[in-house]
């Protein structure tokens, strides 16, 4: 019988939803970079804080994060220096300016760190608990806890605020919840809709309003990504997804698979989502976590995050991530981490995992399957697996196939044996991964079917 090689497509992401489980596709801990599959960093331990972090943030050339009520000045060895007092527990907000930094515990009390690393609770009898704040031409602007009128610093004064210093920043009856500085362009997201506005100068209010509302609503996430924002959201009176601002509009991001699992959670919890963003290798990456998952987005796909803690899958623990001094740093529970090109998570493995498939408009059967990934360049030696589905449901058993060490080069794995991979009645489900210390970057995958 004629043999036919024919190269199967990698997944673009997460797609597919659970009453089409044919139509699933997924990749775990790796993302579809225009054809190959790249896997993503991991995270190396540096450093302990001795509390549970609540961000991270850059001052005067410094890196700094909160850990449980401790604000800790962090060296690129992980080494800490303990700076003062933060109150609350929950997530902190941060805004850099000319002659100091502003922290809130959002909620709370408001602070200031100046370049001598002074840190001051603000006394303004003007200052507002507030969740949110940036900085603009020189200002801050804060959103008050409750959802009240916004308010601004004098010039170069985080903690000087006029009683004329408040403003109306929404036209709808809609709570304020978050502000950005886009481009010297003031943005304010409400509960229903997103409101810009230019500095205009020295008025008693320098902020006009800009004809360029967005009906969408802001519940958590906010991101700088690229020349955009992202959020998560939701259009009025709809499910809540992950959004980009646009001019005018807020086009969705998320697709059917992210939106059923956002619909998992409560908007409490949608509030609560931590934001990350890693420049790796030159692949531009999103992440979003939640309480119990966490994602990946690139060029418009998405793919899950998550590690391995005995054998058992756990919720990726990327937590705060800032860029500093060229490398990347995360801020989770108690741990200082650095990303790094590692296949472990703080010395814990985790999966690496594409889950594609065939569809053919008959029957057919399948000798032997090509994995195109580089070997070689490990310090020891690894294996990859393969799992097969006639439904993308129940897969087989695993087959495993070893990975060469270094200076063992070569650029394919194959699974083939005598009696072939099995017939399928015109769809089957290919699961390649791993979680061994091997690097799983591929370029295709091609198989051999009769």
């Given at each position: 019988?004629r043999?036919?090689?024919?190269?199967?497509?990698?997944?673009?992401?997460?797609?597919?939803s659970e009453?089409?489980?044919?139509?699933?596709?997924?990749?775990?801990?790796?993302f579809?970079?225009?054809?190959p599959?790249?896997?993503?960093p991991g995270?190396?331990k540096?450093g302990?804080?001795?509390?549970?972090?609540?961000?991270?943030?850059?001052?005067?050339?410094?890196?700094?994060?909160?850990a449980?009520?401790?604000?800790?000045?962090?060296?690129?060895?992980?080494?800490?220096?303990?700076?003062?007092?933060?109150?609350?527990?929950?997530?902190?907000?941060?805004?850099?300016?000319?002659?100091?930094?502003?922290i809130?515990?959002?909620?709370g009390?408001?602070?200031?760190?100046?370049?001598s690393?002074?840190?001051?609770?603000?006394?303004?009898?003007?200052?507002?608990?507030?969740?949110?704040?940036?900085?603009?031409?020189?200002?801050?602007?804060y959103?008050?806890?409750?959802?009240s009128?916004?308010?601004?610093?004098?010039?170069?004064a985080?903690d000087?605020?006029?009683?004329?210093s408040?403003?109306?920043?929404?036209?709808?009856?809609d709570?304020?919840?978050?502000?950005?500085?886009s481009?010297n362009?003031?943005?304010?997201?409400?509960?229903?809709?997103?409101?810009?506005?230019?500095?205009?100068?020295?008025?008693?209010?320098?902020?006009?309003?800009?004809?360029?509302?967005?009906?969408?609503?802001?519940?958590?996430g906010?991101?700088e990504?690229?020349?955009?924002?992202?959020?998560?959201?939701?259009?009025?009176?709809?499910?809540?997804?992950?959004?980009?601002?646009?001019?005018?509009?807020a086009?969705?991001?998320s697709?059917e698979?992210?939106?059923?699992?956002?619909?998992?959670?409560?908007?409490?919890?949608?509030?609560n989502?931590?934001?990350?963003?890693?420049k790796?290798?030159?692949?531009?990456?999103a992440?979003?976590?939640?309480?119990?998952?966490?994602?990946?987005?690139?060029?418009?796909?998405w793919?899950?995050?998550?590690?391995?803690?005995?054998?058992v899958?756990?919720?990726?623990?990327?937590g705060?991530?800032?860029?500093?001094d060229?490398?990347?740093?995360?801020?989770?529970?108690?741990?200082?981490?650095r990303?790094?090109?590692?296949?472990?998570?703080?010395?814990?493995?985790?999966?690496?995992?594409?889950?594609?498939?065939?569809?053919?408009?008959?029957?057919?059967?399948?000798?032997?399957?090509?994995?195109r990934?580089?070997?070689?360049?490990?310090?020891?030696?690894?294996?990859?697996?393969?799992?097969?589905?006639?439904?993308n449901?129940?897969?087989?058993?695993?087959?495993?196939?070893?990975?060469?060490?270094?200076?063992?080069?070569?650029?394919?794995?194959?699974?083939?044996?005598?009696?072939?991979?099995?017939?399928?009645?015109?769809?089957?489900?290919?699961?390649?991964?791993?979680?061994?210390?091997v690097?799983?970057?591929?370029?295709?995958?091609?198989?051999?079917?009769r």
């Open positions: 019988m043999v036919k090689s024919l190269e199967v497509d990698f997944p673009l992401g997460l797609e597919g009453t089409l489980p044919q139509g699933r596709r997924a990749l775990k801990n790796c579809n970079a225009g054809g599959i790249i896997q993503r995270i190396t540096i302990n804080t001795g509390g549970v972090g609540r961000g991270l943030f850059v001052w005067n050339e410094s890196l700094y994060g909160v449980s009520q401790v604000l800790h000045k962090i060296a690129t060895d992980g080494t800490t220096t303990p700076i003062g007092n933060v109150t609350g527990g929950t997530a902190i907000d941060s805004a850099v300016g000319f002659n100091d930094a502003v809130l515990d959002r909620g009390n408001g602070y200031t760190l100046d370049s690393d002074v840190l001051t609770t603000m006394v303004s009898p003007q200052f507002v608990a507030s969740t949110s704040v940036c900085h603009i031409n020189g200002r801050f602007v959103i008050p806890s409750d959802g009128v916004a308010f601004f610093s004098d010039v170069g985080a000087t605020i006029q009683t004329t408040f403003f109306d920043a929404e036209e709808l009856p709570k304020n919840k978050v502000c950005f500085n481009k362009i003031l943005g304010i997201g409400g509960s229903d809709s997103f409101e810009f506005f230019r500095d205009i100068g020295e008025q008693i209010v320098p902020f006009r309003r800009l004809n360029a509302r967005i009906d969408n609503g802001y519940i958590g906010l991101l990504y690229g020349n955009t924002f992202l959020f998560v959201g939701r259009e009025k009176d709809q499910d809540v997804g992950i959004y980009s601002i646009g001019q005018g509009v086009p969705k991001i697709n698979y992210i939106d059923t699992i956002l619909k998992t959670y409560t908007v409490a919890e949608l509030e989502c931590i934001p990350g963003r890693i790796w290798n030159g692949f531009d990456l992440t979003f976590t939640f309480s119990r998952q966490a994602f990946g987005f690139y060029g418009g796909n793919f899950e995050l998550d590690m391995l803690n005995d054998g899958n756990e919720v990726w623990q990327g705060y991530i800032k860029e500093f060229q490398k990347y740093y995360s801020l989770y529970s108690d741990k200082i981490g990303f790094d090109k590692i296949n472990k998570e703080y010395g814990k493995p985790f999966q690496r995992l594409i889950d594609m498939a065939f569809i053919n408009d008959k029957r057919f059967s399948v000798q032997s399957l090509e994995y990934m580089s070997q070689g360049y490990n310090t020891t030696t690894g294996s990859v697996s393969l799992q097969l589905s006639h439904d449901v129940l897969y087989s058993q695993p087959f495993h196939r070893d990975t060469g060490a270094v200076g063992e080069y070569t650029k394919k794995l194959e699974w083939n044996y005598p009696g072939g991979l099995g017939a399928y009645d015109g769809f089957m489900g290919i699961r390649i991964s791993t979680t061994e210390d690097d799983f970057s591929a370029l295709k995958v091609f198989m051999e079917m």
